[in-house]
């Protein structure tokens, strides 16, 4: 199991929490994703063989949110 934190720009509300962990949570391999909006950051924990980091911010760009 892999634990990262990733800094994240243009989330701001509470559909943007949601968005991101919504759509992170459902990926195959993602243990628990958890957004602390204040800070600007998303945790994800995830397995590394079933996911990749790569996949994971692709889907967080995907929802309209910049990965740094």
Excluded: P, R
Excluded at 13 to 41: F, I, P, Q, R, T
């Amino acid at each position: 199991m892999e634990n990262v934190t990733l800094k994240v720009t243009g989330m701001s509300c509470g559909h943007c929490v949601n968005a991101v962990e919504g759509n992170v949570g459902k990926l195959s391999g993602v243990e628990s994703v958890k957004v602390h909006l204040d800070a600007g950051k998303v945790d994800v924990a995830f397995d590394n063989e079933k996911v990749s980091l790569e996949k994971i911010k692709e889907t967080i760009d995907d929802q309209g949110y910049d990965v740094e």
